[in-house]
């Protein structure tokens, strides 16, 4: 059956870019003098029994962080990204990931099994030790997954003679993984990056740099014995059966070639359930690169693999022109980097025929100018990974050039700790809970970015989480009532609990109409059902009529209904009660300035606004301070202007209510607050029946101990959602880590 000549059939139009993709990513834990690290596999990563994204390969010190099934490139890296994210900063201080495929400069004992709990995956272990020796499990890389689209898929068996799916998938692998083989020297001239291995690693020194050592012989490869045949795929998978029954081979995943048929967990499956995607296991780790690998690589590589399957296969003499491919790889794996490539190794069919995909399918620029990077690098070695190495060899040595880049990722990955890396622009308290799920092991999906939506599983348990604590464990009417300010006053007044009066209007009118009852008042001017303190103005001293016109219609501006309620003298603290407990105490600080007698306010709100901590839109654990109509109000109303030079120590609040969201200060009390606030506010949550809120209590005196009988405090308002990282990433105070006890009570298996 023909399986040649099929993308050339396709409608122009037709989705020849849409695959799947998963990256594996190898890596070893390191010290910050380069020697290997000899903890154990990170207790903050969870069981590795079932860890979906971070693994141990053979050793102890080496790290595999494995991606979701992704549906481009793009969002393939993104995860890589994330993941690589939560393992740089779960690793003890000192540790570092070393960026290169060959490993620093080790000793053969330093390198420990890993010690799993699986005996047979243990044992494994110990006899691939003991067969290819320890030192050369060291060796890392990068194995590149794809699977073509399903509609590419059922294009191209549309296209053909085929008349079962499955005989079709197969042979359209087949004939991808004998033309990768055919053309992996040109992968290993563009991708290698492995040109020396430190003293003392190979049995013999080679005397001057290579493309890639792990690409060629001196790699991690089967014994010079061991063949496998790709004349098909039932000789393919009776070689490795007819291999392990001799004790060639420990186990079927023993075949170490450099394409690999994936999708079953034995290879006798794939000729009765089929291949379901292909493995390539050829790529060094780009030093250059936090993640080893780049985008644009990973895209030229798609486009490679797609003029592989535009490429005629070749149906006679299979083996034996494989093994000359294998000798070309090798020949041009261990050549010096800035040699070009031997006269057997012509690019001009494979570059032919990614032009003829781009023009066939209009792919565009982009891919053009991939194309035109391939071949700039095949007239210039400079412009190759191994090229670009060349100049940070020092005396045939990568250590100290390993070793910078390795703090240098390190100090990257703890740049906004906060947030996590490729996902900021989601809310900050779903970043944070997606950090701590993939650090522990619970599969992840998105179901929806823009509306932070969450879906968490392990095993057969699923729970879907909606802005970092919005789950299945509260029901679905007390967040509405929350949300609503006059409910939630009336359940706590019913219930017992101290509330402050105060009136409700839906319109301006209204609201103005009340004035009388207000007038030589200290009240608070708020919307209903709003969140972030938006539209709120706190009037401390009674206030004009103008005033309490302009702190109205802020209010309507944000609701359309407003309340006018007294205000509670005091400090306000909010409290985060979660499932009968509180777990954190927050004493917020309205956002301020204080006065240096040289700098304008404005100038002192810019300053503080440069601390990085702030941030805009709930991506920062503090937002930056805004001059807008409320803090122009407040200004005024003490007896300022935004151009006026602020005598020294002198404070001034640009807002009364001090939401964190609106430009205020945290400070974590959790520690000194009376246990009898933190009781109080538990019950108040239970008195509203919610699993998780915020809790938030006027406190005139918190020395004063809280009794049912005195409670000596008021609250002002319960939230539902409470926003969490302010709790945890404090202006002052230690802070309090909310999103790992969520996870805790969503999945108490783990």
């Known amino acids: 059956m023909k399986i040649n000549q099929l993308l050339q059939k396709l409608d122009r139009e037709a989705p020849v870019l849409q695959a799947t993709f998963g990256i594996e990513r190898e890596g070893l834990r390191v010290t910050e003098n380069g020697d290997l690290a000899q903890t154990s596999h990170p207790q903050k990563f969870g069981s590795r029994n079932f860890h979906p994204y971070i693994q141990t390969d053979f050793s102890e010190q080496q790290l595999e962080l494995i991606t979701p099934i992704a549906h481009s490139t793009k969002e393939a890296r993104r995860l890589l990204g994330a993941i690589t994210d939560v393992a740089e900063r779960s690793l003890e201080p000192e540790e570092l990931i070393w960026p290169l495929s060959m490993p620093p400069q080790l000793d053969e004992k330093d390198i420990q099994i890993a010690a799993l709990e699986d005996d047979f995956e243990f044992h494994y272990r ?21 699977e073509l689209g399903a509609d590419l898929t059922a294009a191209l068996f549309k296209a053909s003679d085929y008349s079962s799916l499955l005989d079709f998938k197969n042979a359209l692998y087949l004939k991808l993984a004998r033309n990768f083989l055919r053309y992996r020297w040109l992968l290993t001239y563009l991708y290698g990056a492995a040109p020396i291995a430190e003293a003392g690693f190979l049995p013999e020194e080679v005397s001057q740099p290579v493309r890639s050592f792990r690409n060629s012989d001196f790699g991690y490869v089967n014994e010079d014995h061991i063949h496998f045949s790709y004349t098909s795929l039932e000789k393919y998978v009776s070689d490795i059966e007819r291999y392990v029954e001799q004790g060639d081979l420990i186990a079927e995943k023993e075949c170490y070639a450099a394409v690999r048929f994936r999708g079953q967990n034995q290879n006798r499956a ?22 080893g690998i780049s985008q644009e690589t990973m895209d030229t590589v798609q486009l490679l693999l797609l003029a592989l399957l535009w490429l005629d296969d070749k149906e006679e003499n299979i083996d034996q022109e494989l093994a000359a491919a294998h000798d070309l790889n090798n020949q041009v794996a261990l050549a010096h980097p800035l040699t070009n490539l031997p ?13 003829n ?23 210039d070695p400079q412009l190759t990974i191994a090229g670009q190495l060349l100049p940070y060899i020092e005396q045939q040595s990568l250590q100290a050039f390993g070793l910078a880049k390795a703090q240098e990722y390190r100090d990257y990955a703890w740049t906004a700790p906060y947030a996590l890396k490729g996902y900021e622009n989601m809310e900050l308290s779903t970043q944070m809970l997606l950090f701590d799920a993939l650090q522990k092991g619970l599969q992840v999906e998105i179901l929806d970015e823009n509306d932070q939506f969450l879906k968490l599983w392990h095993g057969d348990h699923v729970e879907y989480v909606k802005n970092g604590n919005m789950t299945s ?4 009417v007390m967040p509405l009532a929350m949300a609503n300010k006059t409910v939630t006053k009336k359940i706590l007044a019913a219930a017992g609990f101290s509330v402050p009066d105060g009136a409700e209007f839906t319109s301006l009118q209204a609201g103005l109409d009340y004035f009388s009852h207000i007038k030589g008042k200290q009240i608070v001017v708020k919307p209903k059902s ?24 802020l209010a309507f501006s944000e609701d359309s209904s407003v309340l006018v309620e007294e205000f509670i003298a005091g400090t306000e603290y909010r409290f985060f009660v979660l499932d009968g407990k509180c777990e954190a105490v927050l004493l917020r600080v309205a956002a301020n300035v204080v006065g240096d007698g040289i700098h304008t306010i404005r100038q002192l709100v810019a300053q503080k606004n440069d601390n990085p901590l702030r941030g805009r839109d709930h991506r920062s654990p503090l937002e930056k301070i805004q001059l807008g109509e409320i803090e122009l109000l407040m200004l005024a109303q003490q007896g300022y202007q935004p151009d006026d030079i602020l005598p020294q120590g002198t404070k001034v609040e640009l807002r009364r209510n001090s939401n964190i969201s609106t430009g205020g200060d945290s400070i974590d009390v959790t520690e000194t607050m009376h246990p009898s606030y933190k009781d109080l506010a538990a019950e108040m949550a239970l008195a509203m029946g919610t699993w998780a809120c915020g809790v938030d209590l006027i406190i005139p005196d918190s020395s004063a101990i809280s009794t049912k009988e005195n409670p000596n405090c008021t609250c002002i308002e319960l939230n539902f959602n409470p926003s969490m990282y302010m709790h945890t990433y404090c202006a002052e105070g230690p802070g309090q880590e909310i999103t790992p006890k969520i996870l805790a009570k969503l999945f108490p298996e783990l």
């Open 473 to 476: 464990k509260d029901n679905y």
């Open 357 to 379: 995909l781009i023009q066939y399918f209009q792919l565009g620029a982009y891919y053009q100018g991939l194309v035109e990077k391939v071949q700039a690098a095949l007239l």
């Open 530 to 553: 709003t969140n972030f303190g938006l539209g709120i103005s706190i009037f401390q001293e009674p206030t004009s009529y103008a005033a309490y016109q302009k702190a109205l219609e």
């Open 343 to 355: 006269k057997e190794a012509d690019a001009q069919p494979i570059l032919a025929a990614l032009q």
């Open 270 to 291: 794939y000729l009765e359930k089929g291949v379901t995607y292909l493995e390539f296991r050829s790529f060094d780790l780009n030093p250059f690169e936090p993640l």
């Open 126 to 146: 110990e006899q691939l030790a003991e067969k290819y020796g320890k030192k050369l499990q060291a060796i890392s890389g990068i194995h590149y997954n794809m």
